[in-house]
């Protein structure tokens, strides 16, 4: 079965960095699209970034360009999330999530647990 | 970038009865339209896919319809483990792909 596993959340003081980590199994890794989606405390989703299939392409919310790189290594099943200059609004869940067909054009059909950033002195 | 608004923000219903929730996208966005299912302290759930099909293992009580700027997702007959929050989310434009702000369903 389709597994995505975060880690790499914590307390982090604002200016400093993070890295993310998602662990896929289950699925042809390198065959698909995948995603980070935030969700801060008591609010709704948003979308943060994109990769295709390869890593040759990426895609990111303004409000993360510049500050989040998203990457890939297929030959692990890991998708990473480097988030450098954290600010206070940074602070939230971070889901990695698989797209359902392995285009850009789809939904997202398995999301993981997720994990916890704080940016807080 | 294309602004999902969803009504109503909070939804009260009786179990057994029916929900119907509403999702317009300020632009069309053809049928790529999703429909996600989260509960308190989980990841959110893939419902509905292609504005009508329903995901792998998803029952049938869950419809989607509508197409272009309107949506609904319509609950046939809530079940306790229904009572959740509902996002839509458009993926016909991108980047960015863009949610709904959420429809809470609570027992009424």
């Known amino acids: 079965q389709v597994q995505l596993v975060e880690s790499g959340g914590g307390v982090v003081q604002p200016g400093r960095s993070l890295r993310l980590s998602c662990a896929a199994s289950?699925?042809?890794?390198?065959?698909?699209?995948m995603h980070w989606v935030r969700q801060a405390p008591g609010k709704g989703l948003e979308w943060v970034a994109a990769?295709?299939?390869?890593?040759?392409?990426?895609k990111y919310a303004d409000s993360v360009k510049g500050r989040l790189t998203i990457s890939r290594d297929n030959s692990k099943h890991t998708l990473h999330l480097e988030m450098i200059s954290l600010r206070g609004e940074d602070t939230a869940v971070y889901y990695c999530?698989?797209?359902?067909?392995?285009?850009?054009?789809?939904?997202?059909?398995?999301w993981g647990q997720g994990t916890l950033v704080t940016v807080s002195s | 970038e294309i602004v999902m608004t969803q009504s109503p923000g909070t939804l009260s219903v009786s179990p057994g009865e029916r929900a119907t929730l509403s999702c317009r996208a300020s632009?069309?966005?053809?049928?790529?339209l999703a429909w996600y299912q989260q509960k308190p302290g989980q990841a959110p759930r893939l419902l509905i896919y292609?504005?009508?099909t329903r995901a792998t293992g998803i029952p049938a009580r869950f419809s989607g319809s509508g197409s272009g700027t309107e949506f609904t997702l319509t609950i046939s007959s809530l079940q306790s483990e229904d009572f959740a929050v509902y996002y839509c989310?458009?993926?016909?434009?991108?980047?960015?792909?863009?949610f709904g702000q959420g429809t809470k369903v609570e027992i009424k």
């Open positions: 990769i295709s299939h390869d890593g040759s392409d990426k």
């Open positions: 989310q458009q993926y016909n434009n991108w980047p960015p792909w863009t």
């Open positions: 289950g699925f042809t890794f390198g065959s698909f699209v």
């Open positions: 292609g504005a009508s």
């Open positions: 999530a698989k797209s359902l067909s392995g285009s850009y054009w789809d939904s997202f059909d398995y």
């Open positions: 632009q069309s966005v053809s049928s790529s």
